[in-house]
């Protein structure tokens, strides 16, 4: 075993290597390595135990979907907005279906096609941004629009898996099942998500001082693996785990210290997983399926410039904007791999069919640069051929989208209301499932069989009705009036009567589920359950103890929800709301950290006639924890500022160009000087006898400083400068040596 982890490691730390030199992912290096150490190429396999490498390559998934539910966030999918999940929908169905279509053309079985489908319509993260970085572009308008699709297909990817494997274990596709596995699964990932930010951040703060890095690692893994057996238990897969649980701790203020940690361990058996999958590629396989290859990078490239070009389009971003997204997204991501993964585990898929994709995959991530340089040369073709009207068209449908209108008050309070009832429903279903699942049982073993048994039901019920209530008083009574619902109070009484039929439906919901524990412990009428339940709820809001206990549960859940924004808002050089204003007139913001070999330090804002130059807006200069906002022409500019500024992507690029050209290149070949510590004497004849330290100018001419004097075998360290120099002292100097030995040698 110790031999092939060292063959692997070794093959892969080589490949990629070679990967970086040709400014390549290392991902695909790891693809070669584990084709050359598989047993297709040199005729025996290098490894001995193939197994114990799909072993490890089954944990590298693992620790990958973790690092993603940690970059993930449930919060980065609230904000993306309408556009991400409007293009994210567009290019996962129309991607699947057209590779379940050109699947069934190519003579492929239903099954094989269908997780061909899933594994063309996602878009790879890691090779996106590296492009992005690389090219500069990270700060753009559709820079931003990519990461919010990439973090709704990263959902997609994980609600697709749980699909796909549904589908493949009952080979057949029943409507009502998969409605329900994915009422299921969402329900999974809301309680998941409600008891993470509940409970994880305030224990993380609690034990923070006992938290160091080997710590803080551990506990993180085992939450990791813990989440994995818990999915598995519940009818997951064992990924879906490892990204909940990734995604839970994202919520948290050790996220980033997390994601640090965890990375070595992620590197490591990603690289496992990705030689293993290496390990299954056939050269002479390939050569053989050299078409279906060809054809599949063709349809992974234009399907995806066309669906997500549409989708951003039909979100109403402009056109530009839309076709470089939909130039970035053009290949095929790393969960392809693990719906291969997941197709062979399962035994639905034909062997050809993951090196096939993996093919795909590979030259599609080395095709991503040369594609996203085509947006903006398409764009002009396509601006220069269209005709007026529908380039007006398309102007008005972008701006309108972009106007900001009211919403339709009533109907976002309804949609409000009944998210928060499902999810108190899914935490109440939840409690019920523990309590009479085992608290119950463990208390009727434990009492004494001489009690009772209606008195015992008493006492379960006592004790239920204390845990459900302070969530019972949140569905009838919110502790917040939301903006909705202050609207229409202010409103006529129509509006009025709307918000007191909401309140009466959260009345009711209320008073099923406490009538529903009730039934689940008395045997009782449905009468009597209605009227119990209904004065026990009437009761709970009327109890003050029952609403400090939801206040407090309220506010640490709050709390814990927004701690870690609240501390990127702190951190940020303008805040959120501004920066995500300002999208809506194609304009954004990008700081730039002004070095101190730029001709620009010690200029006006006015001498550098920014503006004029590049049209772009400086809106603040950051300047040692201290913001200068709109700063005026007198402003001068000094090494180390961070100057923000706002502009279209065009305007962005020439004050960077500017800014790059005010920089002063260094010549490296300049001989570099170093302060050493230098002894001489002096001697009867020096001109320094009898003359103090101060006086003999040795700090200013010789640029030193005097560190001590050797007299008479003692040391005087840090003489006092009015000290005067005597014949036989042993003068010890810290400086340059040249600079040194010229003054030394300019009064011996």
């Not at 990705?274 to 050269?283: E, H, L, W």
């Not at 045997?523 to 004065?535: P, Q, Y």
Request: glycine share 8%.
């Amino acid at each position: 075993m110790i031999q092939d982890l060292c063959i692997i490691m070794l093959t892969a730390g080589i490949t990629s290597l070679l990967f970086k030199c040709l400014k390549q992912p290392v991902i695909l290096g790891y693809i070669v390595a584990g084709v050359l150490v598989g047993p297709h190429v040199l005729g025996d396999s290098w490894v001995g135990e193939e197994e114990s490498v799909k072993m490890w390559g089954e944990i590298g998934v693992l620790f990958l979907l973790f690092a993603m539910g940690l970059e993930f966030s449930f919060k980065k999918l609230l904000q993306v907005g309408s556009t991400a999940i409007v293009a994210a929908g567009t290019i996962v169905i129309g991607m699947m279906g057209l590779g379940f279509l050109v699947g069934r053309l190519f003579g492929w079985d239903e099954m094989n096609s269908l997780f061909l489908g899933g594994m063309l319509c996602m878009s790879s993260t890691t090779i996106v941004f590296k492009a992005l970085d690389d090219m500069g572009l990270r700060e753009r308008k559709f820079a931003k629009i990519c990461l919010g699709i990439l973090v709704v297909e990263d959902l997609f990817a994980v609600v697709l898996m749980v699909l796909l494997s549904s589908i493949a274990t009952s080979r057949s596709f029943n409507g009502t099942e998969l409605a329900n596995k994915v009422l299921l699964l969402v329900s999974y990932l809301i309680l998941w998500f409600v008891m993470g930010i509940a409970l994880l951040p305030t224990f993380l703060r609690k034990f923070q001082k006992y938290l160091n890095d080997e710590t803080l690692t551990i506990f993180s893994i085992g939450l990791c693996l813990g989440m994995v057996l818990l999915a598995e238990g519940a009818g997951f897969s064992s990924a879906l785990g490892a990204f909940v649980m990734g995604s839970m701790l994202a919520e948290t203020l050790e996220a980033e210290r997390i994601e640090r940690l965890v990375e070595p361990v992620k590197n490591i058996f990603g690289a496992i997983f990705f030689v293993s999958v290496g390990m299954m590629i056939n050269p002479s396989q390939l050569l053989q399926y050299w078409f279906p290859i060809l054809i599949l990078t063709l349809v992974v490239i234009c399907g995806q410039i066309f669906f997500a070009s549409s989708g951003t389009l039909l979100s109403g971003q402009s056109l530009r904007v839309s076709m470089q997204t939909g130039f970035s997204l053009v290949q095929v991501g790393e969960f392809a791999f693990i719906i291969a993964k997941l197709g062979e585990d399962l035994h639905v898929t034909q062997p050809f069919l993951y090196p096939i994709v993996v093919a795909v995959s590979v030259v599609t991530t080395f095709l991503t640069p040369l594609v996203m340089k085509g947006a903006i040369p398409s764009f002009n073709f396509l601006d220069r051929h269209m005709s007026p009207g529908m380039k007006l068209t398309l102007d008005k449908y972008a701006k309108n989208q972009n106007t900001v209108t009211t919403p339709h008050v009533f109907r976002h309070l309804v949609k409000q209301t009944l998210v928060q009832i499902f999810i108190y429903v899914v935490i109440l279903e939840f409690i019920y499932y523990l309590f009479f699942g085992f608290v119950a049982p463990w208390l009727n073993n434990i009492l004494p069989n001489a009690i009772p048994s209606w008195l015992v039901d008493v006492a379960v019920m006592l004790i239920l009705l204390f845990t459900v209530s302070p969530f019972i008083f949140q569905i009838v009574n919110p502790q917040k009036l939301s903006k909705e619902e202050r609207i229409l109070w202010r409103s006529g009484n129509m509006q009025k009567a709307q918000l007191i039929g909401i309140k009466l439906v959260r009345l009711c919901v209320a008073v099923i589920l406490l009538g529903y524990g009730f039934m689940r412990v008395f045997s009782i009428t449905s009468g009597v359950m209605v009227i119990l339940a209904l004065f026990l709820v009437l009761g709970m809001l009327m109890s003050s103890r029952v609403r400090a206990s939801s206040q407090a549960i309220t506010a640490t859940f709050e709390a814990n929800l927004t701690a870690r924004e609240k501390r990127a808002e702190s951190r940020r050089t303008v805040s959120r709301k501004f920066t995500d204003s300002l999208l809506n007139y194609d304009v954004h913001l990008s700081d730039f950290d002004l070095p101190a070999t730029s001709n620009f330090c010690g200029k006006s804002l006015m001498q550098l006639n920014i503006r004029p130059r590049s049209g772009v807006s400086i809106v603040r200069i950051v300047r040692g924890g201290i913001n200068i906002n709109i700063p005026g022409g007198k402003v001068i500019v000094y090494p180390g500022d961070k100057i923000v500024v706002a502009g279209s992507d065009e305007q962005i690029a020439k004050f960077k160009e500017m800014l790059d050209a005010s920089i002063q290149t260094v010549n490296p070949k300049k001989e570099r000087t170093h302060v050493t510590l230098e002894h001489f004497n002096i001697s009867k004849d020096n001109r320094l006898v009898g003359v103090s330290i101060k006086d003999s100018g040795i700090r200013e001419q010789a640029q030193c400083v005097v560190i001590c004097i050797e007299r008479n075998g003692k040391l005087i360290t840090n003489p006092d400068p009015q000290l005067t120099f005597e014949e036989g002292d042993v003068i010890v100097a810290a400086g340059e040596t040249l600079s040194i030995k010229t003054f030394v040698e300019s009064n011996s």
